[in-house]
Each structure stands twice: as C-alpha cells, then as structure tokens.
C-alpha cells in the first residue's frame, strides 16, 4: 500500500473487492449504498477502505436514497459510486433517471442475482440487461459495461469513472454473483493521473456561467457547488441556466442532446473482444461470465472442426450494433447464450435483420451454462 493509502501490486482477491479497489483507484472518495447480497462486500471493502484515502461511506436507509446522495456528493465535485443487486437496481431506477437529466458524473455497479424479486440472492443471473437501458422513464442513452472476471472489474470500474466524467453521465457496471464471488489474481497497477478524467469546469467568470450551455461535444462544462457560481438544479425539463421551461422546444432541444452526446460518440464508448471471427461460419456473442463458458465452447467446436467465433460485449450499452451488421453478412448465425429468458438476444437479431439467424441459448440463473450446452447450440444451427 502507497502512502496515500492506494493498493499496489498483485492479490488474490474476489470481483467484489476487486470493484471497490478500482473505484478507489479511479479516484472515488464517496460511497452510499444499503446490504444487498451479492453486492454487500463492495460495501464491506469501501467501508474499510475509504477512510485510509480520505473518502466518506455512508449507509443509507435504503436504495432510493443510497442513488441521491450519490447525485449530491458529485454535485459537491467528488467522484460517487453505489453498488446493489436486483431489487436495489429497481428501486434505485428513479433516481438513475434523474442523474441522466441533471447529467451527474457517478457509477452504479449491479451485481446481478436471480429474479424476479428477491429471488435467489446468492446465486448468479444477467437478468437486468435491458433494466440497465430502459429502467427509467423518458427518452435518453446510458453507458453499461459489463466485466468478465475480478481483474476485469477493476479495470471496467476506472473505465466507468472515466466515461461518467467524459460525458456527464451515471454510467453502470453490470456484473453478476459468479463474477463478484469468485476469486482469481488481480493486478492493481500504479495509475497515472493522466490516465484518469475528471469533468471539464466552466472557464468563464460566475457571473457568466450556464450550467447546461454545451459546447460542440454536446457536454457542458460542470462548476462545483459551494465555488461562488450560482446554478439551478431541476429534474424538470430546463434550459442553459438550469431554470424549468414546459414546452414541446425546450424538450426537444434537451432530450436530443442528452441523447445525441452519447449516441454520437458510441465509436469511442463501445467496446468488444473478438476471438476466431475472420473465417467463423457461427459467432457466439456473449458477456460477462457467460462468455468464459461461450469461449471453451468454441474452441470445442473449432477442435471438432466447425469454424465458430466468439464476440465478447464488453460495452453493452450503447449495443455494438455496427459490427453486429457486419458480422451477419459473413455468418449463418449468432449464437447468444444469457443467463435470462432472452434479452440481449434481441438486439442481436435486431441488428442481423434476418441477414443471419440468430438461436438464444437460455438459462433461467441460479447456475453458468455448460459449455456442452453451447456447444450443441452451435452444431444444431448448421443443420
């Protein structure tokens, strides 16, 4: 450990802890959340770890309230992360949609259990994937990255910080109870602060400043509150000071740029990982711990001689559409094995619009899938 309290080097730890290590690497000093299994041990960790760095934890009453006061504390300029499980997820979708519409820098982390409801709390699923797009009301974009395995938290989580700066975003980190139980190594380098973002402040006098005026990234510049500059704070439909305006213009205007600053940046947000897709005749697209069952199921099929592939989403907000497109008009079918009755599937056969099939492989949660699962999926779709 360094003298500003940060881990350095190399450990054996679970994904849990490896996500509050990285938050703690990106720069996070404030925490609020409620117990939630699977998700508990992020708090657990932040709780012990936050003060060594001169950061605040904070127990809330409840999920609501754990999603307000993560908007407050990055309002007051400190990075803030919440992290929960289902029925936390749910609750906290209100609040979600009023960090978009304030455009608040912060992460919410959802270790993913089994529903609906409560469930099975500690067993894992991927059952919030389209939660995490569409959980809140209204039209707007949302960036959810989603880790494959403890060293991968870490690194997603200061990826997460990074993009939440950038664009004035929350953005969401959905991993599942397997990815969150498990323990592997983690490498916890040295991060240079180059290599961390931080929001862009107004460079223009208080008494000129307009907290929602863009410039042409569609992000506004974002003043700290309690620095002498005055600004107005709605979730209500607003213009450039902030203050409500109910009209059919102001929306349009302000919807599409929430919407447009994401959208139009998607080639610098998403991201994917590719394995034996040049010559693959079957691409399984899968993600998060799914995807290391889906990459032994592949490399089965290839040693069987079927020319198969793998396309990990590590961005599945915004969806990896483009490349989805491009990889239908080579292929004879997706492959899309989820831990849920079928969710990202249908933005992959969206996307291959009929060019190629697309077969889910569904699993109800509570367990992984087989890579014998996979694997026949793959041989049944040559038939």
């Given at each position: ?155 997603l989580i200061i990826e997460a910080f990074n993009l939440s700066e950038r664009y004035r975003v929350p953005v969401l980190v959905m991993s599942d ?51 002498g500059y005055r600004f107005h704070v709605t979730g209500l439909t607003h213009d450039e000071k902030g203050y409500p305006v109910m009209t059919a ?116 949660g509570g367990s992984v899938h087989t890579p014998h699962t996979i694997l026949n999926a793959i041989k049944e779709s040559l038939q």
């Amino acid at each position: 450990m360094s003298e500003d309290g940060i881990l350095h080097g190399t450990f054996f730890m679970n994904g849990d802890v490896a996500c509050a290590e990285g938050a703690i690497s990106a720069g996070c000093r404030f925490f609020a959340g409620y117990p939630i299994t699977p998700a508990t041990e992020v708090a657990e960790r932040m709780s012990e770890r936050l003060p060594h760095v001169g950061g605040v934890y904070i127990q809330m009453e409840d999920e609501i309230a754990s999603m307000n006061a993560v908007l407050g504390a990055s309002w007051a300029g400190v990075k803030a992360m919440t992290a929960t499980s289902g029925p936390g997820f749910s609750l906290m979708m209100e609040n979600l949609g009023l960090g978009v519409i304030l455009e608040t820098p912060c992460v919410l982390v959802n270790i993913q259990r089994a529903g609906p409801s409560t469930g099975l709390p500690t067993l894992p699923a991927q059952g919030d994937m389209m939660q995490a797009r569409w959980g809140s009301h209204g039209s707007y974009e949302i960036i959810a990255l989603v880790p494959s395995s403890p060293q991968e938290i870490f690194d997603l989580i200061i990826e997460a910080f990074n993009l939440s700066e950038r664009y004035r975003v929350p953005v969401l980190v959905m991993s599942d109870e397997a990815v969150g139980h498990m323990s592997e190594k983690v490498v916890i380098p040295e991060i240079s602060p180059e290599n961390l973002m931080s929001r862009r402040r107004p460079d223009v006098p208080p008494e000129e400043y307009l907290p929602y005026k863009a410039d042409g990234d569609l992000v506004p510049p974002m003043a700290i509150a309690g620095e002498g500059y005055r600004f107005h704070v709605t979730g209500l439909t607003h213009d450039e000071k902030g203050y409500p305006v109910m009209t059919a213009e102001a929306q349009d205007k302000l919807v599409r740029r929430l919407v447009d600053k994401i959208k139009l940046n998607r080639n610098d947000i998403i991201k994917c990982e590719e394995s034996d897709v040049e010559d693959a005749e079957i691409i399984v697209c899968a993600y998060g711990i799914t995807s290391r069952i889906a990459r032994l199921a592949v490399q089965q099929a290839r040693n069987e001689g079927i020319r198969a592939g793998l396309l990990r989403l590590i961005t599945v907000w915004p969806f990896a559409e483009e490349r989805v497109k491009e990889l239908a008009k080579q292929v004879k079918a997706f492959i899309v094995p989820e831990i849920n009755y079928g969710q990202i599937v249908l933005e992959v056969e969206r996307c291959a619009a009929g060019k190629a099939s697309t077969v889910l492989v569904p699993h109800m949660g509570g367990s992984v899938h087989t890579p014998h699962t996979i694997l026949n999926a793959i041989k049944e779709s040559l038939q």
